[in-house]
């Protein structure tokens, strides 16, 4: 709630006041002295109808929140249904009518993220213990994920003898795997724990990986051996140990949660990168804290990103300038911040679940087609053919914005 309030007002703090005052009053402008003819002084722009009660401060802050002057109700059904419409009467002048897209743009920011902190899960305390139906079930699917794994590197062992490869860390990793296997065979008690069903988890899957990882080694070691390219196998490799590294910050006990990767070699070439991957799993909560700080913050940047991937569309008609694409697309991302906010609430109960997975899954598209056809006047076949570019564009700005945001708590 206080996301909300602190948005509203910040965004009331970016927008220009229209229809405030009360209208017919006559005086003097108690800030500048000039004589003043109706609701506002036309010299320093106060009001002239002025207030000093408690209830009228309470109601200037609902106001500012909530009301925007009352533009909000001419502005929201505009947005939701003729966006094009609402897009190119506010680049043509119609500016004191509608809520200016910074100012929307920054209070469904607030809201967006208000929601989220609401519904997110605040960790094991949300978590429903498992039955011991589903206990069992969890255990005999990890003994026998372990069982396949043995038979894949038997028969890996069989290969390899049969065209004399070496097979002696296929031995290693079959020993080590019926270590665990055996392990949990002999384990008479059965967790109900998610936790301890999930260590277990882990540790399965921990296995499989440094399987995977000895598999990979002996490949590239072969292909050396037979003078091949071995950049596919490493990539391989880097993807799968920086899995691992993973797994091994997320099998950390609570008294220990440093990040162990002593049998994990992680190379990729840039020492900065290998640092501050490491500094992110030593403390992978921080990391997450940091992502989501850095995309509240920086959420604006969104437009930047997104303004020139609009342009390119239209950059042979000269009719339309960069301003306004920046107010098309500040009024799109605000709209669609919002309709992921009311879907996300939709979800959230079960008689309006799939209303909101089915309206968060399809109007997007329908929004940016009547945006662009109204704001721009197309006809229906420019409109498509621009709507699915614009699709494809948005899924790279979103991408550029994450990776911005990876940087950045990475780097933090």
Known sequence: MGDVVTGGLLARAVEPQAGEGHAGQDGTCLNCSADVTGAFCAACGQKVHLHRTLGAFWHDLAHSVFHFDGKIWRTLPLLVWNPGHLTRRYIHGERAKFVSPFALFLFSVFLMFAIFSWVTP??????????????VAALDEDRQELRTKIEELVVLRRNAQARRARADW????????RALLTKIEQDKTIEVSAEAIT???LAVN?????????????????????GQPTADIQNELNALKTGMAVLTAASSTQ??????????????????????IKHAAENPQLLIYKLQSNAYKFSWALIPLSTPFLWLLFFWRRKFYVFDHAVFVTYSIAFMMMLITVCVIAIQFPATEV?????????PLVHIYRQLKQAYGLTRFGAVWRTILLSTFA???LTLFFAFILTMGLSG
């Open 122 to 135: 605040k960790g094991a305390a949300t978590e429903k213990a498992p039955t011991p139906k589903e206990a």
């Open 170 to 177: 296929i031995e290693g990793e079959i020993g080590r795997t």
């Open 199 to 201: 260590k277990r988890r």
């Open 206 to 226: 921990q296995r499989k990986m440094e399987t995977g990882i000895a598999e990979l080694e002996a490949q590239k070691a072969e292909a050396l051996k037979a």
């Open 255 to 276: 008294d220990d949660s440093a990040f162990k990767v002593d049998k994990v070699n992680l190379d990729f070439g840039w020492p900065a990168i290998q640092e501050a």
């Open 355 to 363: 209303i909101g997975g089915l309206a968060l899954t399809l109007y």
């Open 395 to 397: 899924v790279t700005a």
